[in-house]
């Protein structure tokens, strides 16, 4: 191998023939670094789209021991980077290069974090094997300018992974799993983790493929690629790692007002009357509520992006009634377009759907035949918004509920389908990001300040689009929600602050049944302390209707009432104590809302994000600190009247239903019967919950 090493401007280059690899300062306590096969480097950035200050390149030539016995003379050295070894320094995070061009990454205090993987016998890993395992590998397609990309890094059996987005497996901690870099409903692939090593990670690519966090090693795979690009960063605490992450990707705008507050949602309101009245009920009742939601089925075909006018026949009236209550009025919009839609000749002419390689080219076939629209394609994105201004915001409507975001492919053939902005397999996991860039832009560029989409898909970066996500069509049980709390705090933790779910679970929940009833009691009380308090789900069994047909356009049914006073009269006590708490609460959201806009802090996050010094914090995966202050211990099983909660160690704590305090560092048995979700507040902080 003959490499060349060499300072370039403000990056640092090697230098393999063709293949070239940059490491360059990228914010503070930061690297970029990208590899090309090509003498030209592929101009994407992806993720990593926002303007850095500027930093420096410090880089440190230091010659290679020449006693060391494995050095074999000048003749050598000429053929492996002259026998020297590269130091780059960026504030808190330092990059080794050894003479073979492969990198080790350390803190200021000289702690490795990370480095390479590699297994070839030379004279820098003396214990090597020659297996021939390189660190970076791009192994063409013959004949394409893609290529299947493998990168590599040393396993630590101490090192705890936390972050990547949304997967519906129960684990807060990755490390020892293996995680599919796509997105399907209820997943989402946000490729960013914080290490217990001190450092995040971000893997800068939306091509389909797979993390391995093993005992052996970590590996990043990417099935069809132009480069290898991933970002580096250090911190002291993981708030730092995290400020610094979203830095580079882009921070959330400020909360509107709105989205402080309490949620209505169901599958789903038929018409314009039946959402009123629930609006007007939650007024009678004297109960807060902030927004209510106009959800899928309520057009008059998908890709048509307007209202049936027989159930919806005054929009500008609903919304300017809701508006007068205090209401935002949230309506859903999916990207399929029907092939008898208005819109489907226009966008297949220009471009503007997603194309299949082979076969058939419709993506769903549930309530008439369906294609994508590109959403990686700007003049897509430009069309669907104007589209939807045309129909919805110039009648009032001011947030979106951005559905359907993966998409949902059926089946998930990602080989086969194809963007504006490649094939599928090499950037279907930006889909979301540029589902949720059209309606920000157009927002926007319309005059608006306040900007929040409700979507159900994000990707790296996406919160800068002012994203709300939701954990998708999940099951009505205790297994999933305890499934969800791991979930919302890995996408927490991956960048992503505004986050929700389905209160009670989305599927199976039937509103007769006591143990539903329980389970839906006790997500209400979680959910009160989520970053987005919204009720939702399908509530079986649907509304019994003969098919029904509008101008040859099938209508939806609907489920079961889904309102808080749905689940009879004890239970309803309950959720109206919860929505008072979250009004209590809103001036405190408020503040950890602007630390998500300012600095990138997660609203909900792990333990160890405040407690980084107690080891044992690093192991707790059933509770979280909702913001600075508020320890929160969901109660996760059916009949539960008490759970054990840790609380970190440094600090006092207050039980909020009983005042009782106790020290940190303690394991407690904390109050729960079933109107108590157990909440902790951090000591000398003035906040009442119960």
């Known amino acids: 191998m003959h490499i060349v090493i060499c300072k370039d401007e403000n990056r640092l280059k090697i230098i393999d023939g063709k293949k070239q690899l940059w490491l360059e300062p990228w914010g503070p306590d930061s690297f970029r670094v990208r590899m090309s096969p090509s003498h030209i480097m592929d101009g994407n950035d992806w993720a990593l789209t926002e303007e850095m200050p500027f930093a420096a390149i410090d880089v440190e030539e230091v010659t290679v021991d020449t006693t060391d016995p494995w050095y074999k003379g000048e003749e050598w050295a000429k053929y492996h980077s002259e026998g020297k070894k590269y130091i780059v320094t960026n504030g808190n995070i330092k990059a080794v290069i050894n003479t073979e061009g492969w990198i080790s990454y350390y803190d200021k205090q000289d702690n490795l974090l990370t480095c390479e993987y590699w297994r070839n016998r030379n004279r820098i890993n003396r214990y090597a094997v020659p297996l021939r395992v390189d660190a970076r590998e791009l192994k063409p397609y013959p004949g394409t300018e893609d290529y299947e990309l493998y990168a590599r890094f040393e396993a630590f059996p101490d090192e705890k992974i936390f972050g990547m987005g949304q997967y519906q497996d129960g684990l807060l901690n990755k490390k020892g799993a293996i995680l599919e870099l796509a997105h399907r409903n209820s997943q989402a692939s946000v490729p960013f983790f914080v290490s217990s090593r001190g450092y995040g990670f971000l893997w800068n690519n939306p091509a389909i493929g797979t993390a391995v966090f093993g005992t052996n090693k970590t590996e990043w795979y990417a099935k069809s690629t132009k480069k290898l690009d991933y970002f580096i960063t250090a911190g002291d605490t993981p708030l730092k790692i995290e400020e610094n992450y979203t830095l580079a990707t882009g921070r959330t705008p400020m909360m509107p007002e709105f989205g402080l507050g309490y949620w209505q949602c169901k599958l789903r309101y038929r018409n314009q009357e039946e959402i009123l009245n629930v609006a007007r009920e939650h007024k009678r009742r004297g109960l807060p509520i902030d927004a209510i939601v106009v959800d899928f089925f309520h057009w008059t075909?998908?890709?048509?992006?307007?209202?049936?006018?027989?159930?919806?026949?005054?929009?500008?009236?609903?919304?300017?009634?809701?508006?007068?209550?205090?209401?935002?009025?949230?309506?859903?919009?999916?990207?399929?377009?029907?092939?008898?839609?208005?819109?489907?000749?226009?966008?297949?002419?220009?471009?503007?759907?997603?194309?299949?390689?082979?076969?058939?080219?419709?993506?769903?076939?549930?309530?008439?035949?369906?294609?994508?629209?590109?959403?990686?394609?700007?003049?897509?994105?430009?069309?669907?918004?104007?589209?939807?201004?045309?129909?919805?915001?110039?009648?009032?409507?001011?947030?979106?509920?951005?559905?359907?975001?993966?998409?949902?492919?059926?089946?998930?053939?990602?080989?086969?389908?194809?963007?504006?902005?490649?094939?599928?397999?090499?950037?279907?996991?930006?889909?979301?990001?540029?589902?949720?860039?059209?309606?920000?832009?157009?927002?926007?560029?319309?005059?608006?300040?306040?900007?929040?989409?409700?979507?159900?898909?994000?990707?790296?970066?996406?919160?800068?689009?002012?994203?709300?996500?939701?954990?998708?069509?999940?099951?009505s049980s205790f297994r999933s929600m305890r499934e969800q709390l791991t979930a919302g705090l890995d996408m927490s933790v991956a960048g992503i602050p505004w986050w929700t779910s389905d209160i009670g679970g989305f599927l199976g929940g039937d509103i007769s049944d006591d143990h539903f009833k329980e389970l839906l009691v006790r997500w209400f009380e979680w959910g009160a302390f989520c970053p987005v308090f919204r009720m939702h789900g399908e509530r079986s069994p649907w509304y019994e209707r003969e098919q029904e047909f509008i101008d040859n356009v099938r209508q939806l049914t609907s489920g079961q009432d889904n309102e808080v006073w749905s689940f009879g009269e004890d239970n309803y006590e309950i959720l109206k104590k919860y929505l008072f708490i979250r009004e209590k609460l809103r001036p405190y959201i408020r503040e950890c809302m602007e630390r998500a806009h300012t600095k990138g802090e997660p609203v909900m996050r792990p333990l160890f994000f405040d407690f980084c010094t107690d080891l044992k914090s690093w192991d707790i995966d059933d509770e979280y600190m909702f913001g600075p202050d508020i320890l929160v211990a969901p109660v996760l099983s059916e009949g539960a009247e008490s759970r054990k909660v840790y609380l970190p160690g440094g600090v006092k704590w207050r039980e909020s239903s009983t005042g009782r305090v106790y020290d940190g560092g303690q394991t407690a048995s904390a109050n729960a019967p079933i109107d108590i979700i157990p909440v902790f507040i951090r000591d000398g902080k003035d906040i009442e919950i119960y």
């Not at 297949?348 to 959403?375: I, K, P, Q």
């Not at 104007?386 to 975001?405: P, S």
């Open 301 to 475: 075909m998908q890709g048509d992006f307007k209202f049936e006018p027989r159930d919806w026949p005054d929009p500008e009236g609903m919304v300017k009634e809701l508006k007068n209550m205090g209401i935002e009025t949230v309506v859903s919009v999916w990207p399929t377009i029907d092939e008898r839609s208005e819109n489907y000749g226009p966008m297949a002419e220009n471009g503007y759907l997603v194309d299949a390689d082979r076969g058939c080219g419709y993506h769903m076939s549930w309530m008439g035949n369906t294609v994508f629209y590109d959403a990686t394609n700007p003049k897509a994105q430009e069309y669907v918004w104007e589209k939807c201004k045309e129909n919805y915001y110039d009648k009032g409507i001011r947030v979106f509920w951005l559905d359907e975001a993966e998409p949902e492919y059926g089946p998930y053939d990602f080989d086969n389908y194809r963007y504006y902005a490649g094939s599928a397999l090499s950037c279907s996991n930006i889909y979301p990001a540029g589902y949720a860039k059209g309606f920000y832009d157009g927002l926007k560029k319309a005059g608006e300040t306040d900007i929040m989409s409700l979507v159900r898909c994000a990707w790296a970066g996406a919160q800068k689009y002012g994203v709300l996500t939701w954990s998708g069509d999940i099951y």
